[in-house]
């Protein structure tokens, strides 16, 4: 039998510093997840062994110094660190421990883990003057408003005062303080970066869930592992909040309490595209088959089908046909292959439709008359009209008037009605959850076309 040779895969190495959660939806476990999400090799030094779950923690048991010690000198003689972050740590001992190493440490995220999402506190209150050395010494800190309030005495409940308490933190000694926004009382989340030389601010909705488990140790290691990679500061802390937005809308639906944020959910998203497009071709190939005449389906200006992989967010992650689904004289023809980030309109319309109902997958766009509406009201499911009034002349309508049409639908969503406008055509947009139901609905909407 012929030996193969190995082909390494040459990653960069970040460290995390942090508690174990036996409920892994936090600490270490969520920082080696996160790492791993993100192309980084991640190694660890557990401070304590916490048993904890998605409904609190139920005991606490530290290690001694010397042994947090010994696992960091056995990561930094044997690996190349880029980058490294602090999650609980628990005591004085611990924090002096590790800010001792501070000086020899490259690029540092100081998580100041105070209080477990449960309410659960995690360090003793004697160690809050403790961290002022560790902050110091960090390339970033990233309190939420909490722990933001306990380090400076500044309240954050604004994006003005986490700007303050920014500041304030900056002064401290930081190279720059990322204060979170979850806490806060802003109707959207909003976080601040702020440094000796400029403020930043992210801003993206609330998610209404409970299911926020691990939500700061996946962004400090998210923002530990991308500048490992070699990004900058700003680009590593923009890349660690769209991760944890994601993550916090696609929540991991584990344990009987609210749940943990979905560490590796943007390796996920990439990892479904390959069969969210396989799943849009199989559509065009039901309605292009030779049982299926769908051109009585196809308007004058083409029609599309798109898919939105499970965990898209974005336009350039729904899967589409390039160009425009068109009648030939036999049937129907799409000029070119699928591609992800090629329909901004009915992509857009499909992740709108998202926001009212997380289950629906794919979207066929296509005619609209007075046939179409009466063969629409035999085909099962909810059908529901757009609201013109607001951007009449516009394609894609926006993400609100779509919103607010589909979440008045009773059950499952079947389509959406675009009455058209002036220089707007009308179109139909039915919906699937799976690629089989959407072309059923189309087949079934052909059917009674003919009839």
């Known amino acids: 039998m ?22 892994g939806g936090a600490g270490i476990q969520a920082d080696l997840k996160t790492m791993e999400a993100c192309g980084v090799f991640g190694t660890s030094a557990i401070t304590s062994v916490t048993a ?7 005991g606490n048991h530290l290690l001694p110094t010397s042994e947090i010690e010994a696992q960091i000198d056995a990561v930094r003689e044997d690996f190349d660190l880029r980058a490294v972050k602090t999650g609980m740590l628990a005591t004085a001992e611990i924090v002096e421990t590790v800010t001792a190493y501070a000086d020899d440490l490259p690029p540092l995220v100081v998580d100041p883990v105070m209080v ?33 309030a306990v380090l400076t005495d500044v309240d954050p409940d604004s994006e003005a005062d986490a700007e303050a308490a920014g500041a304030a933190l900056v002064e401290m000694g930081a190279d720059a303080a990322l204060v979170k926004g979850g806490h ?72 009987r309490g609210p749940g943990a944020v979905h560490h590796t959910v943007e390796a996920r998203e990439l990892a ?63 000029n070119r292959g699928v591609r992800f980030g090629v329909s901004d309109g009915a992509a857009t319309v499909l992740l709108a439709a998202r926001e009212a109902d997380a289950d629906l997958r794919y979207a066929f766009t296509c005619r609209y008359d007075a046939d179409v509406a009466a063969a629409l009201e035999t085909v099962g499911g909810s059908v529901v009209e757009l609201d013109r009034s607001a951007d009449a002349h516009a394609w894609p309508p926006t993400e609100s008037a779509v919103r607010d049409a589909v ?33 059923d609905r189309a087949l079934e909407l052909l059917t009674e076309l003919g009839d």
């Open 52 to 58: 904890q779950n998605t409904r609190g923690v139920d």
């Open 184 to 255: 806060m009382g802003t109707e959207d989340v909003v976080d601040v970066l702020v440094t000796a030389d400029d403020v930043e601010t992210f801003r993206h909705p609330r998610v209404a869930t409970d299911a926020t488990h691990g939500s700061g140790c996946t962004l400090s290691s998210a923002i530990a592992a991308h500048l490992a990679t070699g990004a900058d500061r700003s680009e590593a802390v923009s890349a660690g909040i769209d991760l944890l937005a994601r993550a916090v809308r696609y929540p991991l639906d584990v344990g």
């Open 407 to 439: 979440t008045g639908a009773e059950g499952m969503l079947a389509a959406l009605v675009d009455p058209g406008a002036q220089g707007v055509p009308p179109r139909t947009v039915l919906f699937g959850t799976d690629a089989e139901r959407l072309s």
């Open 272 to 334: 479904d595209r390959d069969r969210t497009a396989e799943r849009v071709e199989y559509v065009l190939d039901r309605l292009g088959g030779a049982s299926a005449d769908a051109r009585p389906l196809v308007p004058d200006c083409g029609a599309t089908v798109v898919g939105a992989t499970r965990y898209a967010e974005r336009p350039d992650e729904v899967a589409a046909v390039e160009g425009k689904i068109s009648r030939t004289r036999t049937g129907i023809r799409s």
């Open 2 to 23: 012929t030996t193969r040779q190995p082909a390494p895969d040459h990653r960069p190495v970040a460290l995390t510093i942090a508690g174990s959660d036996s409920g």
């Open 116 to 148: 477990a999402a449960s309410g659960d506190r995690l360090l003793e209150p004697e160690a809050e003057d403790a961290y002022e050395a560790l902050i110091a010494e960090s390339t970033v800190v990233t309190p939420n408003a909490d722990e933001a």
